[in-house]
């Protein structure tokens, strides 16, 4: 089965890469249902360019998955050129209006169906198959014995099925819940995940008032569902306390609001016995710690179903999902599908942060002139604003000692980080290796000082013994993180 990952900007593109997909999928400008992903624009194309270079056996999908207006199929039209820029191996759509206009466009790019388009059948798949689409992802709710029934039926279809990520709450992801509430449709890319806000079930003051008149505190179970079924019941979400939207709850209908996320690791042979071709990672909108940390332990999972690696070996960076930003976990529709009824509460969360990312090792020549400059006396440097809201003052700080065998590596910070913490360095095929506190350095690269403490806005090198490749993530241990307990995040 291909590994299919998601990137929502260049760098994530070369995670997904790195750490193992066998293709990843990008959405460019606003014709993608990920608006809110930085997605593709400008001079990219040079970069993605470059790295199907670097990686010549990747494949590179475009979603182009909004619902088309006309005007939307007239913008496309007029940037058609620049999309020719880019080494698109196919198209994931849902809307049947581009699907000439790829076609006479784009000849050589294969056409896939969206989720969004809610295929679940064999029929439905021949017709597609008879309109020139390659390969159907098909819509969640499709069991696997659905698939295998599929796959008998249209066994030269490709079929791909996501088996990894958050999960919405409507049908193939087709919500009109954002668009109600928020005036942002999700079907033009501009979700508002409203299903995932916390609310309040209320009812109504005359459904109250009914209630204080009977005299009764408490409800049984046949009042209660009276009241579910009048409509008589309010959701009131909790940062907007004067907005009241209804509820209807029908004969056997649980309100459905924040899905568990999908977990399909532990289920792989069964994803293959099935006929998948594929099997998909949710995420563009993720962070470029979740894409290669997710990617890498399906990448594991999967060579050890196909015997490349032992079970045992894959198991430790299967384990490492726990330490990626989650909510509670369920395999969907895949088996049954009160598995997909049942929700989670609050926001994903993780223990670590990815504290920066490894962009090159630097050369002897780097080595010489930093320790010549760190060599003189300690200079004064102009204080300034970082983006963590504090003051970078180096001022006073000490020069740095040359170490035998030490290295030094130029790090991209993304969050605070300081020399009393522990590192753990995360490669594609390393779980975590530990600088100890103690064990390493951080300096400014151009006044040779030491750094006292670092976060996103500063130049920075790391200087440390070990062999770290570039590319390497480094996490910290998020402070405010504890087991158990739900943060709003």
Known sequence: MELLSPAGNVKKLYYAYAYGADAAYIGLKKFSLRVKADNFYEDEYKRVIELKKQFPDKKLHCALNISF????????MRDMDYFHLYPIDA????????????QKHFPEAKLHLSTQASCVNGSAVKMYKNMGFSRIVLGREASLDDIRKIKDFVPD????AFCHGAMCIAYSGRCLMSAYLTG?????GFCSHTCRWNFDVMTTKKADQDKQASGKKNLSAEQAKLIAESGTLLLREHE???EYFPVFEGENFTAVLSSKDLCMIEHLDDMKKSGLDSIKIEGRMKSIYYVALVTRAYRKALDALEGKISKVQAAPFIAELENVSHRESTTGFFYDRTEADKTAYGASDSPYELGAIVEEKLTDDFE???FKISGTAAK????????????????????MKKKSGWKFYRLEALNKFDPSMDLEVITPETVSLILKSGSWKIADPETGLERTWVCNGHKCVLYAPDDIPTGALIRIKDSGYVSGKIRVT
């Open 380 to 399: 004064e440097v102009k204080t300034k604003k970082t983006s963590c809201g504090e003051k970078d003052i180096t001022s006073g700080q000490k020069s």
């Open 240 to 242: 907007r306390p004067d």
């Open 91 to 102: 198209f994931i759509i849902q809307d049947i209006g581009i699907l000439p206009v790829l």
């Open 69 to 76: 207006h006309d005007s939307d199929i007239e913008q496309f």
């Open 184 to 188: 942002r449709s999700a079907q033009a």
């Open 368 to 370: 010489r002139e930093f």
């Open 157 to 160: 279809m490709e079929l791909e």
